[in-house]
């Protein structure tokens, strides 16, 4: 049966008059589904009887269950959600001064195989649809009674790895009539998939593109993640360059320091000198020990020397608040714990 959230409100007014509806009956569904955000076509009472048994007989509203909910001393929440067909994905809702933010996954596992990523480990099963993608926004709304108000693409899985299914999600959550959740409020991650970055560009989305970079060295960066194998530093920056250019979106580069392998300040160095006149911010992560991972966290005084240097040649860099890090903070952790 086909997932109604997979349809942006163009392709489901199509799908109505394949069904002989009439669109602007797709419109107050979609109304129903991302405004009033309810969680069953019986809510849906400005709609006949008849067409809500048409609509239960054509789609289902695939609402997740929580099989695990874990909350931090900081209010970080994380869920497992059942996708209803065996395989399970995580969400994480976290609480800024600016509003509540969700980190949400793009895949069931993940290709990539950074090494520093509780995700490794876990065989990439499948894509989510845009639907699952959006569901998990609804199930933690509809848990927590909260609206979310920015969405962080950087859970399990590269979402550039996704791209189509992961558009359209965003389509869906900015649209005016839906979720309205504004590009500026969202953010991809990337592992760097280069032809994807350029692609995006070219879209002219202004959604915040962020760059996990974790190192200025091929050597060193094709070790911590096999995608520069593939795409190298000097690729990857010719893309965000490009991605800059077409957006004049500021890009921020994901660099998670890890105890004697790129903390040093001969690292600090190289990485102003590949980051110099770009339209740029650095978000130092200190990172997460996982078990049985090669990287260690580096140290506080380290991680703050490296700050420093780098905002003292012009680079605006801030380390990255550890939110929930006694409930397994590293993504993919929490699924791998119950699997
Ligand atoms: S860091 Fe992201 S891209 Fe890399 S393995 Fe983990 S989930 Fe995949």
Redesign the pocket.
């Given at each position: 049966m086909k997932n109604i959230k997979d349809y942006n409100l163009e392709e489901l007014k199509e799908e109505f008059i394949k069904l002989s509806e009439k669109p602007y009956r797709a419109e107050q569904v979609f109304k129903w589904l991302y405004v009033d955000k309810v969680s069953s076509f019986d809510e849906m009472t400005n709609l006949s009887k008849e067409l809500r048994e048409k609509l239960k007989k054509e789609f289902k509203l695939n609402n997740f269950k929580i099989l695990k909910k874990q909350e931090s001393v900081d209010g970080t929440k994380k869920y497992l959600f059942d996708l209803l067909d065996g395989n399970a994905i995580e969400t994480v809702l976290m609480e800024y001064h600016h509003g509540k933010s969700i980190c949400v996954s793009t895949?069931v596992g993940?290709?990539?195989?950074?090494k520093?990523?509780?995700?490794?480990g876990i065989n990439f099963i499948r894509n989510l649809s845009s639907g699952e993608i959006i569901e998990q926004i609804l199930a933690v709304e509809r848990e927590e009674n909260v609206t979310i108000s920015n969405v962080v693409f950087?859970?399990?899985?590269?979402p550039l790895?996704n791209f189509d299914n992961v558009i359209n999600a965003i389509h869906i959550l900015n649209h005016p009539k839906g979720l309205k959740i504004g590009a500026r409020h969202i953010s991809i991650?990337?592992?760097g998939i280069v032809p994807k970055i350029i692609e995006l560009a070219d879209m002219n989305l202004q959604c915040t593109l962020s760059i996990?970079l974790h190192s200025t060295n091929d050597a060193k960066r094709s070790e911590m993640?096999p995608?520069n194998k593939k795409y190298n530093i000097e690729e990857l920056m010719k893309a965000c360059k490009y991605y800059i250019e077409k957006t004049n979106k500021r890009i921020s580069f994901e660099y998670a320091l890890a105890k004697e392998n790129n903390d040093n300040l001969e690292d600090a160095k190289e990485l102003v000198k590949l980051l110099k006149n770009m339209l740029c911010h650095v978000n130092l992560i200190p990172i997460n020990k996982i078990e049985n991972g090669t990287y260690v966290k580096s140290t506080n005084e380290n991680i703050i020397k490296f700050r420093d240097y780098l905002n003292s040649k012009g680079i605006v860099a801030t380390i990255r608040r550890e939110l929930g890090s006694d409930i397994d903070a590293a993504?993919?952790q929490l699924r791998r714990k119950n699997l």
């Open positions: 895949q993940c290709k990539m195989g950074c520093f990523c509780a995700s490794t950087m859970g399990i899985g590269e790895d991650s990337t592992s996990s993640m995608i993504c993919g």
